[in-house]
């Protein structure tokens, strides 16, 4: 096992649905630490940077819209294999698939909507982290 770093974003689903403080529960009962947590309100221009990956898929516009329609929390979480630790506390993207007691299998409201993203790698999630947080902002344990 090595000590990891992921980006976990609540989406603005659960957030307005006030769902934070049971995600962040889950997050800390399956042995994660959120090192830095953040409220904010992302803008067209954000969203679009951070997924650009996606920006040719078809999904693209309404990824962005659905991301700017409200309030996210963005976090760093730390802990052993976070990376993979945090997707499996996630559970499949879609919730229909997602397994019982995972984020997505209880809070999900689609596909779309489906209240958390995780990064998928370690090149991911440094690049993740490092779009929103500072050094600075990042309290390691």
Known sequence: MSIEKT???IKPDAT???????INSII???GLKIIAQKRIKLTK???S????VHKNRPFFQ???????SGPVVVQVLQGDDAIA???QVMGATNPEEAEAGTIRKQ?????????VHGSDSTDNANKEISFFFAETELYES
């Open 7 to 9: 980006l976990s974003i």
């Open 16 to 22: 307005s649905r006030n769902l934070t403080g049971q």
């Open 28 to 30: 800390e009962k399956s």
């Open 45 to 47: 221009d954000i969203a």
């Open 49 to 52: 940077r951070f997924y650009e």
């Open 62 to 68: 309404d990824l962005v819209s659905f991301m700017i």
């Open 85 to 87: 630790l945090y997707r």
């Open 107 to 115: 809070f999900a409201l689609s596909i779309e909507a489906n209240s």
